[in-house]
């Protein structure tokens, strides 16, 4: 039985009237994926964005290491170790490859300067992990590929050393190849002991990468299995419907272990 | 080929820029036997000083996808209240200068806030400020012109003893010179040092020596002007020396900062600077504080230029400021753009100007040309960008 390594407490999110995310609960283990499922407007990616710190939330608690944690900004989420890939990449398209690598998070020189340098062979070495066949990082990230444009977005929760890594839908966009080096990264650091939340519509990714799966609907959680416990047919069920499949009981205490 | 040499499609811009105002120069200089002068280049040099100080900052502002229309007012403001400080009240420049940068921070803060801090478009809030700072200019010396004759002050807006003479001249073109040749050095070695493959020696050696060169005969050109029957050629003027200074701290402030950084990510993609923890509104506002600074800057030289501050300075400016920008590349969709780039933006405006009034064409059909040509800029940027595989949005 471990401790959660990051746990969200009874969080909610509102937009004006519309409640995104209501009272929900979820953990997630060192090394272990948990998977976040749902429609479009399930509030997955606003449960992710609170955490990440892009939306401040309004009610509930975040737990790290058993201990509360404030997280009213992106720059407090880094700070705590938790990486988002977002599904956008999150890239400033007119920036080359490094730039996008460090945007916000430069290198600087003892003068306070930016040391493009340093942050130049930084980057290639981290490129060179996620895909060796990478070479053109001086020029703008709009005349990359989707692929190479997922590497770069990939390359900043493995240089910043990523506790919790958020990966929303990180394979939509990605061919075979690709698709494979994404899953072999999720291993990796799997291994390496990080947690890993996925966002994903794509049912054979979740089965062949997840721990455990949680699902949600209009902002609530449904329920959260082992993924090992449910099939495809009942995870589709709870989506759609919303209902639980019968004979299983939902796993949310959040001391459950794997 | 061009990655060889990492030209990129900026470079490439500025190189065919430099062509295109190579290129007026002699044919206007063809058609009317007197454009590549000294006296005209000094005149040229000096008269696109005010414009090409602030179209450095409103390049910036563009890039993060905004826009500043009360330049030209603030101009007018802030010039007849160091005029009026100095001719009514009789304050020295210094403070007079100092007070003037005051209140163009403060129009900053207050236009920054309400873009920044309220989201207002930028468009309506300095719209706003084009009408009510012209205004604003009247009220501070009831539209009476406020003379100026402090002769220090004086020589910052260039004129007969507004230059810094022949040998101080020569001598800073060779200064520039060495450094271009130390940074490119520098470059090199910290290129290998970081086991980074750097351009080939010669090219890297003739893209810097044309520019040495280009500085030297700049240099000597302004030289070999005489007013009159001084004894010594004029030198390069002293707002071209303003201008150039800024030039360099805003190209450092854009290369070499996270602010500068930030401010083209912001253009590239707001939402992603957001997300990665960019403090957007921050930059925002220190933004509209550069330009107004750089305003300051403007006004001062160009009340020095006229000996004078009165309510209408800087009128029209507004559209000068981002015409050059625009000429010089910078994209209104936002997040490309150099300070170089608008640098031969305004040059490309001034010899316009210059070289249709040698050829006495009549102000209405300057106008005409001017505009049309402003036009064809951004068609070839259109153009430029599709060629070079950048998405047009």
């Known amino acids: ?53 892009a939306y401040p939330l309004d009610t509930g608690e975040i737990r790290m290491g058993g201990s509360a944690v404030e997280i009213r900004s992106p720059v407090d989420a880094q700070a705590l170790g938790i990486e988002t890939i977002y599904q956008t990449l999150a890239l400033a398209d007119n920036l080359d490859a490094v730039s996008n690598l460090f945007l916000g998070r430069e290198l600087l020189t003892r003068y306070g300067t930016l040391d493009d340098y340093a942050m130049e062979s930084a980057a290639r070495e981290v490129f060179r992990k996620l895909n060796p066949n990478f070479q053109n990082i001086r020029v703008p990230v709009r005349s990359l590929s989707g692929g190479q444009r997922q590497v770069v977005a990939i390359s900043r929760a493995l240089y910043f050393n990523a506790r919790v890594l958020i990966m929303d839908e990180p394979c939509a966009a990605l061919g075979p190849e690709e698709t494979r080096m994404v899953h072999d990264l999720v291993r990796t650091l799997k291994a390496q002991g990080v947690g890993i939340i996925l966002i994903s519509h794509d049912m054979p990714d979740v089965f062949a990468l997840s721990d455990r799966l949680c699902v949600m609907k209009n902002g609530r959680t449904v329920g959260t299995f082992r993924t090992a416990d449910v099939d495809e047919d009942a995870v589709l069920g709870m989506i759609i419907a919303g209902r639980l499949p019968s004979g299983l009981e939902s796993c949310t205490r959040m001391d459950d272990s794997r | 080929m061009l990655s060889r040499f990492q030209i990129s499609a900026l470079d490439l811009r500025l190189s065919i820029m430099a062509g295109v105002l190579v290129t007026m120069a002699v044919v206007f200089h063809l058609l009317s036997g007197q454009f590549i002068t000294a006296e005209n280049l000094y005149n040229i040099a000096q008269q696109t000083a005010v414009v090409g100080i602030i179209a450095t900052a409103m390049a910036l502002v563009i890039v993060a996808r905004h826009i500043d229309l009360s330049v030209g007012s603030a101009m007018g403001l802030v010039g007849v209240l160091i005029a009026w400080l100095m001719y009514t009240k009789g304050w020295h420049w210094v403070p007079a200068s100092v007070a003037g940068l005051a209140v163009a921070l403060a129009v900053g803060l207050y236009q920054g806030w309400l873009v920044a801090g309220l989201g207002v478009a930028s468009f309506v809030v300095t719209l706003g400020g084009l009408m009510s700072l012209r205004g604003a200019a009247f009220l501070v010396a009831s539209g009476k012109t406020q003379p100026v004759a402090d002769p220090v002050f004086l020589m910052l807006g260039g004129g007969l003893d507004g230059a810094i003479g022949p040998r101080l001249s020569v001598l800073m073109a060779l200064a520039l010179s060495a450094w271009l040749i130390a940074r490119t050095l520098q470059r090199r070695r910290q290129q290998r040092g970081h086991g980074l493959t750097a351009r080939p020696l010669w090219f890297d050696a003739a893209v810097t020596l044309s520019l040495c060169a280009a500085a030297i005969v700049f240099a000597l050109a302004m030289s070999a002007y005489r007013i009159g029957d001084k004894p010594e050629g004029q030198g390069i003027p002293v707002p ?150 950048e998405r047009v949005a």
């Open chain 1, 1 to 53: 039985m471990t401790d959660a390594l990051v746990s969200l407490h009874g969080v909610s999110k509102a937009f004006g009237g519309v409640h995104a995310v209501e009272n929900v609960s979820v953990a997630v283990h060192p090394g272990e994926v948990l998977a976040l499922l749902g429609h479009n407007g399930a509030g997955k990616s606003t449960l992710m964005k609170v955490l990440a710190g």
């Open chain 2, 240 to 389: 071209v020396l303003v201008w150039a200074v800024v030039v360099m701290v805003v190209s450092f402030i854009v290369n070499r900062t996270r602010f500068g950084r930030y401010v083209y990510a912001i253009g590239g993609n707001p939402e992603a600077a957001l997300l990665v923890g960019i403090p957007v509104r921050r930059v925002m506002l220190q933004l509209f504080l550069l330009l107004a600074t750089l305003v300051t800057v403007a006004s001062i030289v160009a009340v020095a230029r006229l000996n004078a501050g009165t309510n209408s300075l800087g009128t029209n400016q507004e559209l000068y400021v981002i015409a050059a920008a625009v000429i010089g590349g910078v994209a209104l969709s936002g997040g490309s753009g150099t300070v170089l780039g608008t640098v031969l933006g305004a040059l490309v405006i001034q010899f316009l100007e210059s070289g249709l009034l040698l050829l006495d064409v009549d102000i209405g059909w300057r106008m005409v040309i001017v505009g049309q040509v402003l036009i064809a800029a951004v068609v070839f940027d259109v153009l430029f960008r599709r060629a070079t595989g």
